[in-house]
């Protein structure tokens, strides 16, 4: 599914060199189905690190009121 | 049974010196429905809050009024604020406990930032729509040209570099040409038809033009 080499490709939604998402980057509205949830890993194709921390992201934009819960 | 000895709980004193700060960043929306004066002493009192604390304010950004996802407490619209500082661990659940009984505070994130943070500024506003727009046309434009341009560069290559098989090949063509208008005649006997009127036509207008006959044009 996904390798090392693979993190380069989702360098614009991570911090610099590390694998961390920002829940204030507008990017991650992409990678919310239109009804609001997160994409699963096998839509994504993001390293789990990458994926775990990209779902941190969206539930702290969502209580923000950033991104929506639901649709 | 004899009654329990009463736990007793001593503080440590902790040398501050010793003390690990970590690095925090606090997002805040406050209460938008207030006067400019009363939101400039909130903001001011947010920040008194964390000082009070021991914290010490590295960055603060407002981004300003922004409407929400959904309702938060019967309420469309917030003042977003955020604030990096670094602060004593141990003191975060007062200073939670402290977020929680502020009146002007619709709601708060704490999170603790990776080491090598920097502050950036992201827009919301910007559509990402207009951006995927755009690079289907820049993609488009050069494969159409691609396709155009090979066609006249074999004829421009061929008398420079290969004269001798030119000659050669150009005599094939023209045996291969004899032989496809033997072929194709009787496909394109009506457009070759039109072809010679208009052929007819235009020699006897150079006739006529000429002056060679008794018209005296």
């Known amino acids: 599914m996904s390798t090392k080499k693979n993190r380069k490709q989702f360098a614009n939604l991570c911090m610099d060199g590390t694998t961390w998402v920002d829940y204030k980057n507008p990017v991650i509205k992409e990678y919310i189905t239109i009804y609001g949830r997160i994409k699963p890993r096998y839509y994504t194709k ?3 690190v990458v994926q775990k921390s990209l779902a941190r992201a969206i539930k702290n934009a969502r209580y923000m009121g950033l991104i929506p819960f639901t649709r | 049974m004899p009654p329990k000895a009463k736990k007793t709980v001593k503080k ?26 009363q939101h400039d002493k909130n903001f001011v009192a947010l920040k ?23 309702t938060i407490k019967k309420k469309t619209h917030g003042y977003y604020i955020v604030m990096n500082l670094e602060m004593d661990p141990a003191q975060m659940p007062e200073l939670n406990a402290q977020f929680r009984i502020t009146n ?9 930032t990776p080491t090598g943070y920097t ?7 910007a559509e990402p729509e207009v951006i995927e727009k755009k690079k289907p046309v820049v993609k488009k434009a050069p494969v159409a040209k691609k396709e155009v341009a090979p066609e006249p560069e074999p004829v421009k290559e061929i008398p420079t570099e290969e004269v001798a098989e030119v000659t050669e090949k150009a005599e094939k063509t023209e ?16 457009v070759k038809g039109g072809e010679k009127q208009l052929e007819k036509l235009d020699e006897k207008l150079e006739e006529l033009l000429s002056g060679d006959d008794d018209l005296n044009l």
């Open chain 2, 12 to 37: 440590e004193e902790v040398n501050p010196e010793d003390i690990e700060l970590v690095q925090y960043e606090i997002m805040a929306i406050l209460d938008p429905d207030v006067t400019v004066d």
């Open chain 2, 119 to 125: 502050n950036l500024t992201y827009d919301w506003d």
């Open chain 2, 104 to 112: 002007y505070l619709v709601r708060n994130l704490i999170i603790k």
């Open chain 2, 48 to 70: 008194k809050i964390v000082t009070d604390l021991g914290g010490t304010i590295s960055h603060e950004e407002e981004w300003g009024k922004r409407e929400f996802a959904y």
């Open chain 2, 175 to 190: 045996e291969a040409e004899a032989t496809k208008e033997v072929a194709e005649k009787p496909a394109e006997e009506k």
């Open chain 1, 46 to 48: 993001a390293p789990l």
